[in-house]
């Protein structure tokens, strides 16, 4: 199947904290955008797990995009969360990665890089990917892309995870991205 399916898939939120978060490019719509993905992941109740990158240095995920219950939180020092046992023990196998986050061409690649060494399928969202300057997030996605990494658009997920019109979160769901 080439469309991505809610029944497979895990969300993987990187490194969106509050101290690397202002110095972000275009950060707003980013945060918005992930912040979409994030209600509709809830809305099907697919897995959510967040990285965040030395959080006593970088501070926590960002209130808006903030865990729920359930929702894992997985610290790390390094650069690809794949690297870090917990992170890759955490993961379930079999499942397609939706992955958002910052930077993108530090932490998000490396961790993409990463997964798609293990035989993961990964999608990048796009425009749920930030970086301090736009070169380094468009080279990365490049990179990404290059090696295997599906680049998608935070509608293109919350389309395809619904598949139709019929499903029953449609009409909440579509709220998301109005």
């Not at 809830?42 to 995920?61: A, M, V």
């Not at 070169?135 to 490049?142: D, I, P, V, Y």
């Not at 997920?157 to 709220?175: Q, Y």
Request: include cysteine; proline fraction near 5%; hydrophobic fraction near 45%.
């Amino acid at each position: 199947m080439l469309t991505i399916d809610a029944r497979t898939s895990h969300l993987l939120v990187i490194d969106f904290q509050a101290r690397l978060m202002p110095a972000i490019h275009d950060s707003a719509p980013v945060v918005q955008n992930a912040g979409r993905l994030l209600s509709a992941a809830r809305r099907l109740e697919l897995p959510i797990s967040y990285t965040e990158q030395n959080p006593k240095g970088l501070g926590t995920t960002l209130p808006e995009l903030a865990p729920e219950p359930g929702e894992e939180v997985l610290h790390k020092m390094t650069f690809d969360a794949c690297r870090t046992p917990e992170v890759t023990a955490h993961l379930a196998d079999n499942t397609a990665l939706v992955v958002m986050g910052c930077e993108a061409h530090v932490c998000v690649l490396q961790t993409v890089l990463g997964l798609l060494s293990d035989g993961r399928r990964v999608y990048v969202v796009a425009d749920a990917i930030g970086s301090r300057m736009e070169e380094n997030r468009r080279a990365a996605l490049g990179r990404m892309a290059h090696h295997g990494a599906e680049i998608v658009t935070t509608e293109m997920v919350i389309f395809e995870w619904m598949t139709t019109a019929e499903h029953p979160e449609f009409r909440d769901i579509v709220k998301l991205v109005k």
